[in-house]
């Protein structure tokens, strides 16, 4: 298949968000069509927004989602979670797919991290798209929401990477800020990465973080949030520390039925 035989699972998507009613299998597979190329997708690596903070924690869904939302509410904030289908938990999880529909209806992102986790740079067109679709049909049999932006595991992305996301109408996501949890850093250093951010006072802050472990929920991130709000920041998605919508489109979710599962 040629390289811009387009993999528009998006498509699915589409059908998905006006006929739950009917979980035929066939939902389960993408659907293959000729499409004239799309524009690569936009690399993002700094909000726009002035004064506005944009927290993100990838690597869920996980049993603390509702505490990371709990403590940004709190701040009057919300959060934006790159989420895989099948990481550290599966996502159609009850409980884990209960969290992101509270995310969702509570006005904080939901977006693509991919399912799997894998580095995108080592696969194939179609294996990439794979990895993309997937989660996003768990994201929209959960919300009813097509994800308009996501971020590739690690960061990593070239310019097949760059191509699927484009097809595929979403916009890239990286970072200005890693907090460095998922490198081994300690909570202390975590929090004298953010001293030093708030020490050079930049106008936006686009930060990495991740939700999939305690200390980083319950000790980091409380830190982190007071020490930025003190500083000015109002705490806000991706998309609107960008200006733009969260989704590509929303429809109804979708009922729990057999085909939940990783």
């Keep these: 298949m040629a390289r811009f035989a387009y993999f528009l699972s998006f498509l699915l998507l589409t059908v998905s968000t006006t006929a739950y009613a009917d979980p035929s299998p066939a939902a389960e597979e993408p659907a293959y069509v000729e499409l004239a190329g799309r524009a690569p997708a ?29 403590q940004l509410e709190a701040a009057n904030g919300k959060a934006t979670f790159f989420v895989n289908g099948n990481n550290w938990a599966c996502i159609y999880n009850t409980e884990l797919s209960g969290n992101i529909r509270y995310a969702f209806e ?27 679709w997937r989660v996003e049909q768990a994201i929209t049999r959960i919300t009813g929401a097509v994800p308009a932006f996501m971020r590739p595991p690690y960061g990593n992305q070239n310019q097949l990477v760059r191509d699927a996301s484009g097809a595929r109408n ?43 472990q305690w200390k980083n929920v319950y000790e980091t991130l409380p830190y982190v949030i007071s020490k930025l709000k003190g500083a000015g920041y109002k705490f806000v998605t991706v998309a609107d520390c960008l200006g733009r919508s969260k989704y590509q489109r929303v429809g109804p979710a979708e009922a729990r039925n057999a085909n939940w599962k990783c």
């Design 42 to 70: 936009q690399v993002i690596t700094k909000c726009t927004v002035p004064n506005t903070a944009a927290l993100t924690f990838d690597d869920g869904p996980y049993w603390f989602m509702r505490e990371v939302i709990r």
């Design 106 to 132: 509570r006005g904080h992102q939901v977006a693509s991290h991919t399912w799997a986790h894998k580095d995108l740079t080592t696969l194939t067109w179609d294996q990439i798209h794979d990895e993309m």
């Design 170 to 212: 979403q916009t890239i996501v990286l970072w200005d800020v890693d907090s460095g949890d998922s490198t081994g850093a300690s909570v202390d250093q975590q929090k004298a990465t953010y001293d030093a951010v708030v020490a050079r006072r930049p106008s936006t802050i686009l930060s990495l973080q991740h939700e999939v």
